[in-house]
């Protein structure tokens, strides 16, 4: 990978940041209060010259992806329909165009299929899937299409998605620019380009003249940004009174809302209060032990601390579910019930912050060296000037804190479950260590380790997700007349979510030989069949490239 020598030429801000002479900002100003986070999107968003988002993507060649066709049968598949039921094959799957037509049970398990099967026309397209098994396009609902360091490729990014299964992206504030992520939206729903189907959010204030100060301002940037195409809004933190404007005027313009609770805001406004004001989604963990708390109102942090210290940051948000109410007790329930009669949707992306806990492993992870680009990589590498990258002096007894942060963090997403309440996969790769398609699969591997049973992580990852979009007659499941977005693999992924890495699971096989096995065999969107092998091979060429020109 290439170095990081060109670090020491950064800025000496902790928020923007200068390399190959641009300036990049990426989920960094999340952390100012409002009128400073208007202040600085006006600076970074306003003026194209001072962006980087990467290239667009290209057209989609005429050997990437086959379809939609007026027929598709999907022979013998064992199918997971993500909502709840349980593996049912071998059954024909039927799709005309873009839609699910019919689902027909063809036979029985390890026996030849005797059943009446549906016969194929002349303009029918057959794949024998026979064993394989078939899921519903996964659902990142936290997916940045780039944004964090310089001149990441769209192509990179959606190819590497597309690999994994997803089929559907919440694009979470539109930071290269609502017009650029527009452009892509478009042309994802034509079908011109090699992409997921992506639902834009606008970061809140982006694009305004002014710091947004008053009700009647936030309203009118609502307004705007619903004329221009976004179909949601991220928050960071606001004072009630603009919150309470915004998120009034969103649900007028049948707007989607979530929301990061930046630390620096976070006792005016909480994940609870934010609820009770109409937000829809909360990301990460940020202001739910603090909705939590009972012996204190504000974060007890040590007296050297420093917010724009970024190791200072991570050290003491490891520690904080620590100080949140226990699970069973007044407060936990009290807010638990209230939030899941409100309706509100948990995006933990536990996925993000794993290297917190074991660091070792993210930075050695089996997929750096063929699909990480090196503009990524010297991102991810240390540093004081970039956002994510604070790992000045990582300590075993940092490890630890976020191995037991994790653990209270879990207990509230899987009781958050238990008990009716909606929780979605994102995954917020671009950031430490993270990549896309890969930090997603972790993601699911994560849920498990919370408690939730196969079954229930291809839910949030599905359905789930679909719900929370209000997309669920569409999208999410495997079922008559939702849109064919699939998801094949040649073996059981409820038995190992490793089998879905784009690098495979490694294992030995019958002949005492270690050998890697699985990953995704085709994903479908919109009745498109993408070989996933082939979108990963594109990737690697790209990695390579990067590094020779490089």
């Known amino acids: 990978m290439r170095n990081n020598n060109n670090k020491k030429d950064n800025l000496r801000h902790p ?11 990426g989920e960094c100003f999340q952390t100012l209060p409002i009128f400073f986070t208007v202040l600085l999107l006006l600076l970074i968003f ?45 059954v024909d799957i039927v799709i005309n165009n873009n839609k699910i037509t019919n689902i027909i049970s063809v036979g029985y398990p390890q026996v030849p299929i005797k059943g009446k099967r549906p016969t194929a026309g002349p303009n029918t397209k ?42 559907t992206v919440r694009e979470p504030g539109s930071f290269n620019g609502l017009e650029w992520v527009l452009d892509h939206v478009n042309r994802s729903e034509e079908n011109t380009i090699v992409a997921p189907r992506i639902i834009p959010y606008l970061g809140f204030g982006m694009g305004s003249n002014t710091p947004i100060s008053t009700e009647k301002q936030a309203i009118k940037w609502v307004k705007k940004a619903s004329k221009n195409g976004a ?48 937000l829809t989604t909360m990301e990460h963990w940020y202001g739910l032990p603090e909705a939590l708390f009972e012996d204190r ?19 003491e948000a490891g520690r904080l579910w620590k100080q949140a109410a226990k699970q069973g007790s007044k407060k936990w329930n009290s807010v638990r019930d209230e939030l899941i009669s409100l309706d509100f949707t948990l995006n933990p992306t536990m996925t993000i912050y794993q290297a917190s806990r074991d660091l070792m492993r993210e930075r050695n992870a089996v997929w750096h060296d063929e699909y990480t680009l090196p503009t990524l990589w010297e991102f991810f590498t240390p540093s004081r000037y970039a956002h994510g990258s604070y790992w000045f002096d990582w300590t075993t007894q940092n490890e630890i804190d976020w191995k037991q942060n994790y653990q209270l963090w879990m207990s509230f997403i899987n009781d958050y479950k238990n008990h009716g309440g909606r929780v979605t996969t994102g995954s917020d790769s671009g950031y430490i260590y993270k990549i896309y398609g890969f930090g997603y699969i972790s993601e699911l591997e994560l849920l498990q380790e919370a408690g939730f049973n196969p079954y229930e992580v291809i839910q949030a990852a599905t359905l789930n997700g679909a719900e929370a979009l209000g997309m669920e007659n569409e999208i999410g499941s495997i079922s008559i007349g939702k849109k064919a977005d699939l998801v094949v693999v040649e073996h059981n992924p409820l038995q190992n979510f490793k089998l879905l890495y784009g690098t495979g699971h490694y ?34 060429e790209m990695v390579e490239n990067a590094k020779t020109d490089g």
Do not use: C
């Open 15 to 25: 928020f923007i940041v200068k390399t190959a002479n641009t300036f990049k900002i």
């Open 46 to 90: 306003q003026n194209s010259a001072i962006s980087a988002p990467g290239e667009k993507s290209p057209p989609r060649a005429d050997n990437e992806g086959e379809g939609p066709f007026p027929e598709l049968i999907l022979r013998g598949v064992n199918v997971i329909t993500g909502e709840g039921a349980p593996v049912r094959g071998p």
């Open 126 to 167: 057959e794949l024998d899937l026979h064993g394989h098994y078939v899921l519903p396009g996964f659902i990142d609902m936290h997916g940045h299409i780039g944004g964090s360091a310089d001149d990441i490729p769209a192509e990179y990014v959606f190819k590497l998605w597309l690999a994994h299964g997803i089929t």
């Open 231 to 278: 179909k949601g809004i991220k928050f960071f933190g606001a004072s009630p009174n603009i919150m309470k404007a915004a998120l009034k005027e969103a649900k007028e313009q049948n707007m989607g809302t979530m929301m990061h609770h930046a630390q620096l805001n976070v006792m005016n406004m909480n994940a609870l209060d934010s609820a009770r004001l109409g």
């Open 297 to 315: 109102i504000i974060q007890d942090y040590p007296s050297q601390y420093n917010y724009n210290d970024e190791q200072h940051r991570f050290e």
């Open 507 to 540: 294992r030995l096989n019958d002949t005492n030989e270690p050998v890697r096995v699985g990953g995704v065999k085709y994903t479908i969107k919109d009745g498109i069949i993408y070989d996933a092998k082939a979108l990963l091979e594109d990737v690697r």
